[in-house]
């Protein structure tokens, strides 16, 4: 019941709830990254990246949902989650608690949809398992040989790897998930939404990274930017996204904490 309780609060608050970033957003969120690495320009844009996660799980009775599960490559039972993180550190976007035999492109199918709608300019870095569709950088032999950044590209992507660790931060997570997959559901979404209520409020390794290599100019232009998008959506009495709101609060910290007075 308490897991229940809390997964409701969070699922209704803006500094947890999981949403796709604005253009407004993702511009800002491709400028943060780009001050980390500077060649990441142009198409080569990236605003967040994308992996796949197998958790193992207890053994189902049920022969078919056995073999459901079976990994062939890992040799156990396991459920896919397929997560997006953008460069603070938050998830963009999941499909979790997936059959442990589901192929991480077949699982992301929805968010390729929504990114042919929205044709975004920046790139979703990603492996060679994924497609490379509208709105997607997906790192091959191939494209590695044909830039100069390929390099700064690898070491980006690394960051999805500090990502997948904290989603996995409850413990439970550490442990078999039951075989009941509403209960799982409920346990993996719930360590999503606190993910991105922590990563707002505190920090972690990815948001270290990012927004904690900011210049001052830049974290002012980028700043006065989002409370810009921020003021004009309520003036034309928009809904705010979420998470422009989410982004204005971890800047306004990384503020405070160096003391700038802008």
């Not at 609060?9 to 957003?25: G, I, N, Q, Y």
């Not at 998830?91 to 608690?97: A, D, G, L």
Request: proline share 3%; glycine share 6%; net charge negative.
């Amino acid at each position: 019941l308490a897991r229940a309780v809390l997964l409701a609060a969070l699922l209704d608050h803006p500094d947890s709830r999981v949403t796709f970033p604005s253009s407004d957003e993702r511009a800002v969120l491709a400028d943060i990254a780009s001050e980390k690495y500077r060649g990441l320009i142009g198409d080569e844009q990236v605003w967040g990246f994308i992996d796949g996660c197998k958790l193992n799980v207890v053994r189902s009775g049920d022969q078919d949902i056995q073999n459901a599960h079976h990994s062939g490559w890992l040799k156990r039972q396991v459920g896919n989650n397929v997560i997006l993180f953008d460069v603070t550190g938050r998830i963009r976007w999941y499909n979790v608690n997936l059959l442990g035999n589901t192929h991480d492109s077949a699982a992301t199918l929805p968010l390729y949809s929504h990114l042919r709608t929205c044709n975004p300019v920046e790139k979703i870095l990603a492996d060679k398992a994924f497609a490379d569709v509208s709105g997607m950088l997906p790192l091959n032999k191939t494209r590695l040989e044909a830039t100069d950044n390929g390099p700064a590209l690898v070491s980006l992507r690394q960051s999805v790897e500090h990502g997948m660790r904290i989603f996995q931060e409850p413990g439970t997570l550490k442990m078999k998930l039951c075989h009941d997959p509403v209960k799982r559901q409920e346990l993996l979404q719930l360590s999503c939404l606190l993910n991105n209520f922590k990563t707002v409020h505190d920090k972690n390794q990815i948001s270290s990274t990012f927004v904690g290599n900011m210049s001052d100019a830049l974290l002012e232009m980028e700043f006065e930017h989002i409370c810009y998008a921020n003021e004009q959506a309520q003036q034309e009495n928009r809904l705010l996204a979420p998470f422009q709101q989410g982004l204005e609060v971890m800047l306004r910290n990384e503020i405070t904490k160096r003391g700038l007075n802008f």
